[in-house]
């Protein structure tokens, strides 16, 4: 039998050719119409240039033309994926301006359909990323569960993604017969469905291998770009609107702020970002369990809206924590009914400024998840 | 630290450079610089220990007529104050300069201002449009825009 032949391949020595490709914009796993121009250096990626304006839809431009309850379908728009979230920072900040004080149970509903978009959002958060890295299961789970969260939505507001439900000052309706019981049934399903998914998805040794260390976001990186939510928080800083700039009725709650730990790799790996919306759905759940409990029955929720919306001369910027992070407006408000000027600071648009920093020096392969583990929207990157 | 401390220690420092503290906003009140100062007042912002404004929240660009403004959201993860700082140039010569190297966060809202709005950033890095298409012509966001009949053959307007 003749000797095995030994292959000794200087790597140093291969000569290999930097390579411009392009990601997108069509392409399933840039989550929406991204283009990403990459340059690599064999399988390492060394630039990742984003170019972003597909999906552009000048919000920003159809807002002044409009009046202020008329753009609240827009804002919909933005981030689809959690539309009741986008609409609160932008009631709230008209109700700021005009100086409206709004009924109790207002709030509590307003929170519970918060807090359940939110769950709804981390669950296709973490189900695309864990398809992303090739779990296909976790995905079905997360759908099938979503599913009924989106059930409750739409008997509230009669449309599945896009609710137009919060109005200035009020609500569009009040809750629906069984409510309570719908909301608490959804509750035990994810907590059951994130227990699987706990040993299925977190847990599993591939998916570590996959995404520990991989997409290393330091923490002072991290607020230099402004970063938001799970991907802030996934480095380690524990910032969450909800506690440090109290809105709302949240300061009646307890419930924590899910931080990145580096349990298995970096301080704010992909796998950090990813556990911060895992347990973050856990937290969201306490919530709901606390203001179903606590949501008084009685009250009107469309008694403090204005007849007329016609705010003073002056502007206001007001941000609430979405669940991909900070989303902030800023009215400009010149005496009219329509304003002067409506700007949507958008988070995965600013999310999203961070990837050419973090991707470098790591294959192609894990720009995807990197891509991935910051969840972005690109309704909401465009505008 | 209150808005209007800040604004007496901004302008007990930079003098002539701070404008003027509007405090008379139903909801914000902000503090008006001028362009050529603003690159030095940033950069003190963000670095004194009692400022410590190391979150831009928000940059955004304003059609205000004659001028064009730019509104700078600041925010102190560690003292957990926010300041609202406004600068207004000449249209005819839209020049403000970038803070892209104090807040990097900046580099994208400022190409967005550029392109919607037309302002001017100098010292950026890149600024190139970032919305609109490379070659598109105007800034859309500007009152007296004019939407462009055709864009490479294809009908804008609808």
Same mark, same amino acid.
């Given at each position: 039998m003749s000797e095995k032949k030994r292959l000794d391949l200087e790597y140093s020595q291969l000569e290999s050719d930097r390579m411009r490709i392009n990601v997108g914009p069509q392409h399933p796993s840039t989550h929406g119409v991204l283009r990403l121009e990459v340059e690599i250096e064999g399988e390492i990626v060394t630039e990742v240039v984003p170019h972003l304006g597909y999906l552009h839809r000048s919000f920003e431009k159809h807002c002044e033309k409009m009046t202020y309850p008329q753009i609240i379908p827009y804002i919909d728009r933005i981030d689809y994926i959690a539309a009741m979230n986008n609409e609160w920072p932008y009631v709230m900040a008209m109700e700021k301006l005009m100086g409206i004080q709004i009924p109790e149970k207002v709030e509590f509903i307003r929170v519970i359909m918060a807090e359940l978009n939110r769950i709804a959002n981390h669950q296709i958060a973490v189900a695309t990323f864990g398809l992303d890295a090739g779990a296909f299961t976790p995905f079905l789970f997360f759908f099938r569960d979503r599913e009924y969260i989106i059930w409750i939505l739409e008997k509230m507001s009669g449309a599945r993604l896009l609710y137009n439900y919060f109005r200035i000052g009020g609500l569009a309706g009040d809750v629906y017969p069984g409510f309570k019981e719908d909301c608490l049934n959804i509750v035990k399903q994810v907590r059951k469905t994130n227990a699987e998914v706990m040993d299925l998805l977190i847990y599993n040794r591939i998916f570590i291998q996959r995404t520990a260390n991989v997409g290393i976001l330091p923490a002072d990186v991290a607020i230099n770009y402004a970063c938001s939510g799970p991907v802030l928080r996934g480095s380690g800083v524990k910032y969450d609107l909800r506690k440090d700039e109290t809105y709302s009725i949240y300061n009646r709650f307890d419930f924590d702020i899910p931080v990145g730990t580096g349990e298995v790799g970096t301080l704010g790996d992909c796998w950090d970002r990813n556990m911060v919306r895992v347990n973050e759905m856990e937290q969201s759940c306490r919530i709901i369990e606390q203001a179903i409990a606590q949501m008084p029955d009685e009250g009107d929720v469309q008694s403090a809206i204005p007849k007329r919306i016609k705010p003073p001369v002056g502007e206001v910027y007001m941000r609430a924590e979405n669940p991909k992070g900070d989303l902030g407006f800023y009215i400009v408000s010149n005496g009219t009914d329509k304003p002067e000027r409506v700007k949507a600071r958008g988070t995965s648009f600013v999310n999203l400024s961070v990837i050419p920093e973090i991707s470098k020096g790591y294959m192609f392969a894990d720009l995807i998840l990197i891509l991935g583990s910051i969840d972005i929207v690109l309704g909401e990157v465009d505008r | 630290m209150l808005a209007n401390e800040i604004f007496e220690q901004l302008k007990a420092e930079? *003098?002539?450079? !701070? /404008?003027?503290? $509007?405090?008379?906003?139903?909801?914000?009140?902000? !503090?008006?610089?001028?362009? $050529?100062? #603003?690159?030095? /007042?940033?950069?003190? @912002?963000?670095?004194?220990? +009692?400022? @410590?404004?190391?979150?831009?929240?928000? =940059?955004? *660009?304003?059609? =205000?007529?004659? $001028?064009?403004?730019? !509104?700078?959201?600041?925010?102190s993860m560690k003292h957990k104050h926010k300041l609202v700082l406004k600068v207004a140039v000449p249209k005819s010569d839209p020049k403000v300069p970038t803070v892209e190297t104090i807040w990097r966060t900046a580099?994208?809202? &400022?190409? &967005?201002?550029?392109?919607?709005?037309? !302002?001017?950033? &100098?010292?950026?890095? $890149? @600024? /190139?449009? /970032? =919305?609109?298409?490379? +070659?598109? &012509?105007?800034?859309? #966001?500007?009152? +007296?825009y004019e939407t462009p009949e055709f864009y490479h053959g294809m009908k804008v307007s609808y």
């Open positions: - | 930079f *003098g002539e450079a !701070v /404008i003027e503290y $509007n405090d008379k906003q139903p909801a914000d009140s902000y !503090v008006v610089v001028s362009a $050529n100062g #603003l690159f030095e /007042i940033c950069h003190r @912002l963000r670095d004194k220990d +009692d400022f @410590l404004f190391d979150y831009l929240m928000s =940059l955004s *660009g304003m059609d =205000l007529g004659e $001028n064009v403004g730019v !509104v700078y959201h600041l925010y580099d994208w809202h &400022e190409r &967005e201002a550029f392109d919607l709005i037309g !302002v001017h950033f &100098e010292g950026h890095h $890149n @600024l /190139i449009r /970032i =919305l609109c298409p490379y +070659d598109w &012509e105007g800034h859309p #966001l500007c009152k +007296d």
